[in-house]
């Protein structure tokens, strides 16, 4: 999968989505240390333990680089930037359930929104895996080259010891 550029000076208006998801009961906004262990076992158990990995990192940044989308006290997605490359977002993910309500749109747009405001012009989408909802979501275009980029000799996963 590619890398992706978004420029964060043209960002496009979310209209009313944020607004139209709260009054429905769900919540976008940055994760809180103490609900780290939560967040990554969530991430753990929903993607897997590399994003739980970049999660980790982001919850751990001050200010915290990890969003969270919740349901009354139901965490139901997640996105983060500046955990495995400063200017980078992701990883993000929403629980299968909750797919199609606009819920990752509203994720991505707070985020890069956040980025933004810490003085970023671009944001690199690592490893983008539905490149035509970045495209047509921010106007991101692929970096030529760039699979798999940063992500070249990652170490494999190997499961743990046994006792």
């Known amino acids: 999968m590619p890398d992706q550029l978004v420029k964060l000076y043209e960002l496009p208006d979310q209209g009313t989505l944020t607004?139209?998801?709260r009054a429905g009961g769900i919540e976008i906004r940055r994760a809180l240390a103490p609900e780290k262990?939560?967040?990554?076992?969530?991430v753990r158990e929903h993607f897997n333990q590399r994003w739980a990995d970049e999660c980790d990192?982001?919850?751990?940044?001050l200010p915290v680089t990890?969003?969270?989308a919740v349901d009354g006290d139901k965490l139901i997605g997640?996105?983060?930037?500046?955990a495995t490359n400063k200017g980078f977002f992701g990883p993000t993910g929403v629980d299968e359930t909750y797919r199609g309500k606009g819920i990752g749109k509203a994720l991505l747009f707070a985020t890069l929104e956040a980025m933004r405001?810490?003085?970023?012009?671009?944001a690199v989408i690592g490893a983008a895996g539905p490149v035509d909802f970045?495209?047509?979501?921010v106007g991101?275009?692929?970096i030529p080259g760039s699979s798999p980029g940063i992500y070249r000799g990652l170490l494999p996963i190997t499961p743990p010891p046994t006792a």
């Open 117 to 122: 405001a810490e003085g970023y012009a671009y």
């Open 19 to 21: 607004s139209d998801l």
């Open 57 to 61: 990192v982001a919850i751990a940044r």
């Open 37 to 42: 262990h939560q967040v990554l076992t969530w």
């Open 134 to 137: 970045y495209a047509r979501t």
């Open 66 to 68: 990890c969003h969270i």
């Open 78 to 82: 997640f996105s983060c930037y500046d």
């Open 140 to 142: 991101a275009t692929e």
